[in-house]
């Protein structure tokens, strides 16, 4: 089974909401912090929202305010709440993971060893 896996993605229209889930199987160690990218056609991939067992949250200027990151470390599964969504908000949404204690929550990609397959997040009017 593959360590993460998002789910939740679809088509919504302007200012509709959806909610992603990443499920984390294995050894939770390697979970220590989670965070949401995401990667629209033709432009680099960028970080939305993270999470640490420590407490540490982060979220892109870009979202802030619509979209709500949290975590059950009960279940292993980060979430994405992510409301009032935007055409700009389209793209390829990943879960990405670390074992490492960060200690900030780092948009660059190449700090997340573990990576899903990515669900597709559609807005249109």
């Known amino acids: 089974q593959a360590p993460l896996v998002e789910s939740g993605g679809g088509s919504v229209q302007i200012g509709g909401s959806l909610r992603l889930s990443c499920a984390a199987s294995g050894a939770a160690y390697r979970f220590y912090c989670m965070t949401w990218f995401r990667q629209a056609p033709g432009k680099e991939r960028e970080g939305v929202a993270g999470n640490c067992n420590d407490g540490k949250a982060r979220v892109a200027d870009s979202v802030k305010g619509r979209f709500t990151i949290s975590r059950d470390n009960t279940e292993n599964t980060l979430h994405l709440q992510m409301n009032s969504l935007k055409p700009e908000d389209t793209a390829m949404y990943y879960c990405?993971?670390?074992?490492?204690?960060?200690?900030?929550?780092?948009?660059?990609?190449?700090?997340?060893?573990?990576w899903g397959q990515g669900t597709q997040v559609t807005v249109s009017s």
């Open positions: 990405a993971a670390t074992a490492s204690r960060l200690i900030f929550i780092s948009w660059a990609p190449t700090v997340y060893d573990l």
